[in-house]
């Protein structure tokens, strides 16, 4: 069935560093991909989508691009802040689905 | 809108008590889905509804765990007896079936329910 796997954290870096989380899926077909934040004691929002091939996601500094040839999503962001901390869920949605599959999320901390 | 609305925010009870979470839909949406979440085991679908119907119930844990929709923009989730390994977050999330395909999920801020 369909599958996601992502990096396993916690992932700690120092403010203005490079990130990348990576994510890889498994699925039939051409699944809609997606990067998902939690904040403490919130729920989970939206934070970039690919729904074909070498569309490229974005927003907030974040970006990912859908590599359908290594089945892998990964997030990347040039410069984190401290307001970056969180727990990333990478998560895809097959055309033959109706339910987001999400990877275990990895912990993000940026420390000043 | 106000994004999906789940109430309680927190909730502790004893072991054996019944137990209802509550969830407001975003208006318009006509997916909806209850997902646990736990340290262990992550993010786990526990039940999908579309159009007020019982989807796939497939990952409600047992016969204790009981959900419906009375309407399109409201959903309850009981557990009954609760028992503490159902401590966790619950979250509900809402989106919009179109063509075969849903839209993205929004998620309300969840019930952090602790069983003692």
């Known amino acids: 069935g369909d599958s996601v796997t992502q990096m396993e954290g916690p992932v700690t870096l120092s403010e203005e560093a490079f990130l990348t989380i990576n994510c890889t899926y498994t699925?039939?077909?051409?699944?809609?991909l997606f990067w998902y934040v939690q904040y403490p004691g919130e729920g989970l929002q939206l934070l970039l989508k690919a729904t074909k091939a070498d569309d490229k996601g974005s927003n907030k500094g974040f970006e990912a691009t859908y590599r359908k040839e290594t089945t892998s999503f990964h997030l990347e962001k040039g410069s984190v802040q401290v307001s970056d901390s969180a727990v990333y869920f990478c998560?895809?949605?097959?055309?033959?689905?109706?339910?987001?599959?999400f990877g275990k999320g990895t912990s993000l901390l940026v420390t000043p | 809108d106000a994004g999906v609305i789940q109430s309680p925010r927190h909730e502790v009870t004893e072991m054996g008590q019944e137990v209802t979470l509550r969830c407001k839909l975003i208006?318009?949406?006509?997916?909806l889905f209850w997902y646990r979440q736990t340290m262990m085991r992550g993010l786990e679908l526990l039940i999908y509804?579309?159009?007020?119907?019982?989807?796939?119930d497939s990952g409600m844990p047992e016969d204790r765990f009981s959900a419906k929709m009375p309407n399109a923009s409201f959903s309850t989730l009981k557990i009954q007896p609760s028992e503490p390994r159902d401590s966790a977050v619950y979250f509900c999330?809402?989106?919009?079936?179109?063509?075969?395909?849903?839209?993205?999920?929004?998620f309300g801020q969840g019930t952090r329910l602790t069983v003692v």
């Open positions: 509804f579309n159009n007020n119907v019982p989807i796939d």
């Open positions: 999330a809402s989106s919009s079936r179109l063509m075969g395909e849903n839209t993205e999920a929004f």
């Open positions: 699925a039939t077909g051409y699944p809609s």
């Open positions: 208006s318009g949406h006509n997916s």
């Open positions: 998560a895809l949605n097959s055309n033959s689905g109706y339910a987001l599959n």
